[in-house]
């Protein structure tokens, strides 16, 4: 089993700190789902585990059994097993999927194949795969096209940057059934950010983690979701008590 | 410079440039007006670096008796990759040191054809159109004959026409007319390769009738030694649309002269130029985009990449006449460095003589987008691969016109020379 740790993440964005001590622990296939209101801190929960430049981390520790993700860079963070799909999937033009691909190590034989199951799966439409990464998709295509990635990348630890927002209900059904998929597949531990409550119709997680202000302030079992459902953010706020 | 064994047979037969020129004149049926087109080459002379528009030319290394003007063609295999793009197209037309030797497969409504005379697409003396430029000269004197390539009014090609041009010679002086007619429609690829230790002066026309449309695709690949001095114009009627893509990979001088004439109503061209270089290679672009009538529009992209110590200049003018009202026409130009040591220049140029137009121009000189980098890095690509995919990236953006089996040959191609270069990253 592989173990993912975050613990005592503090990370600063345009020198206002915005995780401030984050500690989650979570293994190889399970799914996780990190929910908070706008501004708690989950976007940037992302891009600071991914190396993103604009996120300055200041302390804190991410290991993959053990292994210091935080000192390394995000190509080798990557290669470590973490994988990020992001929120807004950046266009790339002149760059094609498929030369991504190959580079960042998926073996080149019957890669156009594996690549044409996974766009089946997410239903995206296959002629979207010969265009330059992500340009002139949809937000929701490239949603979908980041699930391609994912699955012929393999990560250990998949975190998902609000993957369901721009996907109508069919859409956020083939992703959240590919990335359950994942964890009986390859043991892949999913790790999905959202705000909305939606996801978790779709996507069953075995643990919830409420971030308010920065911080995890509540972890629980699915019926986490129902007290979110029932009452909102609002008991969570941080210095309010559980 | 190339350091070439000077041997027996040489010292026999070395003649200066200028012998060969004057030999190869006198063989043609119209010596008398390729005299005349030479005496003005001889008396203007090769250009400066003090004539601004030539000041990044390495010209002090340039010389012309290094050179000679070829009598006949000198044949021999294309490359693999010629013959690859060859195999792709719907027909082939062969030109070797600028000497017409094949011209390819028939396709209905097109016609290839050589015209003996130096005379413009537009039926001009070349020695006004050309007056100042000696290169283009040098082309009216020692062209061997003009291709011309005629798609038929109202004719739409299946499939690009592909012209290879190889350069065995120490000179070539390929000319070429793209000529369509009204309503016609066609893709066209020039590829340049060999020319090692040569000289290479292309002058290609382009004239696109009333509601014609050229797609145009214009690969450079020629060797790192070669001095490529290009010169193109299109000649733009109403409602006529040239969409033009020069790619710039090869050569030790890379000079393409890019013009459009937009001559009437309507006409649109859009331009996208793009270049990689290495080593001690400079990379010179000149654009001019000439709109003359109302609702002419014209779109302008350059795009290229300097590494070790080599050097790019970009120069765009756009000039719009009184008159040409409800213009609009876009130029931008982006130059990525890739060591302490290259150097780009970007100087977009506006003269503009009517007040109902929109125009705008953009430039910049920086390193590749860090969040792009960013992401593909976060994919599991290496920073040196992320970068080369970025800069491979601005010449496949070059090739959207082409069918994909043909832009994915050339993208292979790009990527060859690109992986030979050890500096990016």
Known sequence: MTTLTISGLRVAVGGKEVLRGFDLTMHSGEVHVIMGPNGSGKSTLAHALSGHPAYEVLDGSVTIDGVELLSLSATDRERAGLFLAMQQPMEVPGVRLIDVLEAAGAERAGLHERMAWEVRRVDLRPELLERFVNVDLSGGERKRAEMVQFGILRPRFAVLDEIDSGLDVDALGAVARRLAASTDEWGCGVLAITHFRRLLHELTPSVIHVVSGGRVVATGGPELAEVLERDGYEPFRESAPL | MVDRPITLLTLLTMTTFAESATSFISSRPDSEERGRAWSNFESIGLP??????????????????????????????????????????????????????????????????????????????????????????????????????????????????????????????????????????????????????????????????????????????????????????????????????????????????????????????????????????????????????????????????????????????????????????????????????????????????????????ASSVGPLNALQRWYLESRGVTRSDAERLMIQGFFLEMLDALPPALARLVEGDVALALQSVPVIA
């Open chain 2, 48 to 361: 400066t670096t003090t004539d601004e528009v030539w000041r990044y030319a390495p010209l002090a290394e340039l010389d012309l008796d290094r050179f000679a003007v070829p009598a006949t063609p000198t044949l021999a295999p294309a490359s693999d990759f010629a013959i690859a793009l060859g195999a792709l197209a719907a027909s082939v037309v062969r030109v070797v040191d600028g000497f017409l030797v094949d011209i390819g497969d028939p396709i209905d409504g097109v016609t290839v054809d050589l015209n003996p005379t130096s005379l413009t697409i537009a039926g001009d003396d070349p020695v006004e159109r050309y007056a100042s430029d000696a290169f283009a000269l040098a082309n009216a004197a020692l062209c061997p004959a003009t291709v011309v390539v005629t798609v038929a009014a109202n004719t739409v090609v299946d499939g690009p026409i592909v012209i290879i041009h190889s350069a065995n010679a120490t000179a070539s002086f390929p000319r070429t007319h793209l000529v369509l007619e009204r309503g016609a429609n066609a893709t066209v690829v020039e590829y340049y390769e060999g020319g090692a230790g040569a000289i290479v002066v292309p002058v290609s026309e382009y004239r696109v009738a009333d509601n014609a449309s050229l797609r145009l695709v214009t690969y450079q690949r020629l060797d790192a030694t070669t001095w490529h001095v290009a010169r193109t114009t299109g000649l733009l009627e109403r409602d006529g649309r040239l969409s033009q893509a020069v790619l710039g990979m090869g050569a030790h001088y890379d000079r393409s002269r890019n013009d459009a004439d937009l001559r009437a109503t309507g006409a649109q061209n859009e331009l996208r130029t793009t270049f990689f270089g290495s080593g001690s290679q400079v990379h010179d672009f000149r654009t001019h985009q000439f709109h003359r009538a109302p609702r002419s529009r014209s779109t302008l992209l350059s795009k290229g990449a300097v590494a070790d110590t080599a050097r790019s200049v970009y120069t765009g003018l756009i000039e719009i006449e009184k008159g040409a009202k409800r213009t609009d026409a876009r130029q931008t130009n982006h130059n990525l460095l890739l060591s302490p040591n290259a150097h780009a220049d970007s100087v977009p140029n506006l003269d503009i003589r009517e007040n109902d137009v929109v125009c705008a121009h």
